[in-house]
């Protein structure tokens, strides 16, 4: 009995291939105190899904063949159905029950208990949504998946997370969307690199050499102004003793300390020029430090969010190139829109050939950087997004559509399934349903959480710091040779000044006994002109005397008296100290 007959009292009257009447609704009696008392209902639809979360989950039964008890974010308890269907976890994916719960089944247990009726749920075989493919390679098509289940007689109802477009409801019946939605695009979260350079990445290089150079401008016009002015710490053509004058380093450490803030302590400058200039120069270093202490912020812990893909109309989307790879799912509502739409034509075929069986895989693919970008509904990616915080949603959504429930097009339940879900929208149930499933965001609290630095954000200042300790081992050893050189030389000009003054003593006492006689001699060779007795005990004097009356002086007391000149060593070193009419008595002479 596979015929088709008009509807009768008790309905439709239509059998299957197996002889079982179908959309007939059974009522389950019992007979109590002598009368038939209905106890139930059965009608036998066979509902059939997928595995698509969060409108679809699946997991196994335990052991008793019953499903796990688990509970929302609410507190409520999760609401589990028994689903045939293929074990994706086990070889040859053998059909064995397992536990289906999520959007979806929710939306179908208040349908079935508003419309009464019973249904059995399974998994469609092939893992698809369904789309026409070419039987053979030959002209003819059929439709696979749940479109094809659906068609074939295998199942009554569709629910799942279908989407709405032409091209499938020429052949099937839709309920009235339960969920509005569109396409967007996955890509993986761009993590900051730090880099050793990152705590200067704030400012470009120009910026920095503009700093740097201010700072040693600042610096020498504070020097200028401050000596310069009549009011600065440098008394010019002054008799009064001077302070302590603003030097050229204390004034660069003025212009670094006004920077970074470290303390000024002593040589700021005094004169109100400077002054004025050093009160610019602090409320120029205000604006800079504020400045990159914002965007230090912003470029260590923040994302970035103009390296990622803009939308639809991105040039890396609309020029694909194999260094960026993006895709969809395989026979897919999204693939079918790539497909028909002529200004996407070379998208599609970029696409085509990196497509993926299932969404589960392609989102695990953007995950490990094999995809780069997953265009897909934007339910299930935005949901993905908020349970995978290394993934985020970017550009604006297109195609807009909705997710219906299919049905065939001579189903007696399509008027009232849209009717039901129409007012599921009115009473808030779908509002529900989108709250428990699809808003719940796990990575809300991390993203809002304030964020914390790590030492590979901060490892170029801590190297910085390294920097700053060798340079300063390294200039103490500079310094510290720098001061031995220094001392050598003083204990040299040291050892010249305690030989001169033995010399001038071994001086004084050669002329201490022939003073008199000296006296003569040089009055006689001078023209009578006697020494003044001051020169008589000063004999550095009196060699200079000689020198400005006459030369014959000179080689008469050294030919009289024997005088020895310095040794020549000696006289260097007492030049090089300035004093040069000791050392060579008779220069001129010899």
Same mark, same amino acid.
Request: proline share 4%.
């Given at each position: 009995?596979?015929?088709?007959?008009?509807?009768?009292?008790?309905g439709?009257?239509?059998f299957? !291939?197996?002889?079982?009447?179908?959309?007939?609704?059974?009522?389950?009696?019992?007979?109590?105190?002598? $009368?038939?008392?209905?106890v139930?209902?059965?009608? *036998?639809?066979?509902i /059939?899904?997928?595995?698509?979360?969060p409108?679809?989950?699946?997991?196994?039964?335990?052991?008793?063949?019953t499903?796990?008890?688990?509970?929302?974010?609410n507190?409520d308890?999760?609401?589990?159905?028994?689903?045939?269907?293929?074990?994706?976890?086990?070889?040859?994916?053998?059909?064995?029950?397992?536990?289906?719960y999520?959007?979806?089944?929710?939306?179908?247990?208040?349908?079935?208990k508003?419309?009464?009726?019973?249904?059995?749920v399974?998994?469609?075989?092939?893992?698809?949504?369904?789309?026409?493919?070419?039987?053979?390679?030959s002209?003819?098509?059929?439709?696979n998946?749940?479109?094809?289940?659906?068609l074939?007689?295998?199942?009554?109802?569709?629910?799942?997370?279908l989407?709405?477009?032409?091209?499938r409801?020429?052949?099937?019946?839709?309920?009235?969307?339960?969920?509005?939605?569109?396409?967007?695009?996955?890509? $993986?979260?761009e993590?900051?690199?730090s880099?050793?350079?990152?705590?200067?990445?704030?400012?470009?290089?120009?910026?920095?050499?503009?700093?740097?150079?201010s700072?040693?401008?600042? @610096?020498v016009?504070?020097?200028l102004?401050?000596?310069?002015?009549?009011?600065?710490?440098?008394?010019?053509?002054?008799?009064?003793?001077?302070?302590?004058?603003?030097?050229?380093?204390?004034?660069?450490?003025?212009?670094?300390?006004?920077?970074?803030n470290?303390?000024?302590?002593?040589?700021a400058?005094?004169?109100?020029?400077?002054?004025?200039?050093?009160? /610019?120069?602090?409320?120029?270093?205000?604006?800079?430090v504020?400045?990159?202490?914002?965007?230090?912020?912003?470029f260590?812990?923040l994302?970035?969010?103009?390296?990622?893909?803009?939308?639809?109309?991105?040039?890396?989307?609309?020029?694909?190139?194999? $260094?960026?790879?993006?895709?969809?799912?395989?026979q897919?509502?999204?693939?079918?829109?790539?497909?028909?739409?002529?200004?996407?034509?070379?998208?599609?075929?970029?696409?085509?050939?990196h497509?993926?069986?299932?969404? @589960?895989?392609?989102?695990?693919?953007?995950? !490990?950087?094999?995809?780069?970008?997953f265009?897909?509904?934007?339910?299930?990616?935005?949901?993905?997004?908020?349970?995978?915080?290394?993934?985020?949603?970017?550009?604006e959504?297109?195609?807009?559509?909705?997710?219906?429930?299919?049905?065939?097009?001579?189903?007696?339940?399509?008027?009232n399934?849209?009717?039901?879900?129409?007012?599921?929208?009115e009473?808030?149930?779908?509002?529900?349903?989108?709250?428990?499933?699809?808003?719940?965001?796990?990575?809300?609290?991390?993203?809002?959480?304030?964020?914390?630095?790590?030492?590979?954000?901060?490892?170029?200042?801590?190297?910085l710091?390294a920097?700053?300790?060798?340079?300063g081992?390294?200039?103490?050893?500079?310094?510290? @040779?720098?001061?031995?050189?220094?001392? @050598?030389?003083? $204990?040299q000009?040291?050892?010249?000044?305690a030989?001169?003054?033995?010399?001038?003593?071994?001086l004084?006492?050669d002329?201490?006994?022939t003073? !008199?006689?000296?006296?003569?001699?040089?009055?006689?060779?001078?023209?009578?002109?006697?020494?003044?007795?001051?020169l008589?005990h000063?004999?550095? *004097?009196?060699?200079?005397?000689?020198?400005?009356?006459?030369?014959?002086?000179?080689?008469s007391?050294?030919?009289?008296?024997?005088?020895?000149?310095?040794? /020549?060593?000696?006289?260097?070193?007492?030049?090089t100290?300035?004093?040069?009419?000791?050392?060579d008595?008779c220069a001129?002479?010899?």
């Amino acid at each position: 009995m596979s015929s088709k007959y008009p509807d009768g009292v008790t309905g439709r009257v239509e059998f299957n !291939d197996d002889g079982d009447r179908k959309y007939a609704n059974y009522s389950i009696v019992n007979l109590q105190n002598r $009368k038939l008392v209905q106890v139930g209902t059965y009608n *036998g639809s066979h509902i /059939v899904t997928i595995h698509q979360e969060p409108f679809v989950y699946v997991k196994p039964t335990l052991l008793d063949g019953t499903c796990k008890e688990e509970f929302t974010v609410n507190g409520d308890l999760i609401k589990k159905v028994i689903c045939t269907g293929p074990n994706e976890t086990i070889p040859g994916r053998p059909i064995v029950p397992q536990c289906c719960y999520g959007f979806c089944i929710d939306l179908l247990i208040k349908l079935a208990k508003s419309m009464n009726f019973t249904y059995e749920v399974h998994l469609v075989a092939d893992g698809k949504f369904g789309t026409q493919e070419r039987v053979n390679n030959s002209n003819k098509k059929e439709w696979n998946g749940m479109m094809g289940e659906l068609l074939s007689g295998l199942a009554d109802m569709i629910v799942a997370p279908l989407t709405i477009n032409n091209e499938r409801a020429q052949y099937i019946e839709f309920s009235k969307p339960f969920k509005y939605q569109g396409l967007t695009i996955l890509v $993986k979260k761009e993590i900051p690199r730090s880099t050793l350079d990152s705590f200067m990445q704030p400012f470009q290089s120009t910026l920095w050499l503009l700093v740097g150079l201010s700072v040693h401008v600042v @610096a020498v016009m504070l020097y200028l102004l401050d000596r310069f002015s009549p009011f600065g710490r440098f008394k010019v053509n002054s008799e009064e003793e001077e302070e302590d004058a603003l030097t050229l380093s204390s004034a660069m450490w003025f212009s670094w300390g006004v920077l970074l803030n470290s303390g000024i302590g002593e040589g700021a400058p005094r004169s109100f020029s400077a002054r004025i200039l050093g009160m /610019v120069w602090a409320g120029f270093a205000m604006i800079i430090v504020a400045s990159y202490t914002a965007n230090l912020a912003a470029f260590l812990v923040l994302d970035r969010p103009e390296e990622r893909i803009t939308g639809i109309n991105d040039p890396r989307l609309r020029n694909p190139s194999d $260094k960026f790879i993006y895709a969809t799912v395989k026979q897919s509502s999204v693939d079918i829109y790539f497909r028909r739409q002529v200004e996407l034509s070379t998208m599609y075929r970029h696409m085509e050939k990196h497509n993926y069986e299932s969404a @589960a895989e392609a989102i695990q693919a953007v995950r !490990d950087n094999k995809l780069h970008a997953f265009i897909w509904d934007s339910a299930v990616l935005e949901f993905e997004a908020s349970q995978k915080c290394d993934l985020v949603t970017t550009g604006e959504l297109f195609f807009r559509s909705g997710f219906g429930i299919g049905m065939r097009k001579d189903s007696p339940w399509k008027q009232n399934v849209s009717l039901n879900i129409l007012s599921s929208h009115e009473n808030g149930f779908m509002e529900d349903l989108d709250k428990t499933w699809v808003r719940y965001q796990e990575c809300d609290s991390r993203s809002n959480a304030p964020a914390t630095l790590t030492f590979e954000n901060m490892a170029g200042v801590f190297m910085l710091v390294a920097g700053g300790i060798v340079a300063g081992i390294f200039l103490i050893f500079i310094e510290i @040779a720098y001061k031995r050189h220094k001392d @050598a030389r003083r $204990k040299q000009m040291q050892l010249a000044f305690a030989a001169v003054n033995v010399w001038r003593k071994n001086l004084q006492v050669d002329f201490h006994g022939t003073i !008199d006689g000296g006296n003569l001699l040089l009055a006689g060779d001078t023209g009578g002109e006697r020494v003044p007795p001051s020169l008589l005990h000063k004999p550095l *004097g009196l060699v200079s005397w000689s020198r400005s009356g006459s030369g014959q002086a000179c080689q008469s007391g050294r030919a009289a008296h024997r005088v020895r000149p310095a040794p /020549v060593g000696l006289q260097r070193r007492a030049q090089t100290a300035g004093s040069e009419g000791a050392t060579d008595l008779c220069a001129d002479e010899r």
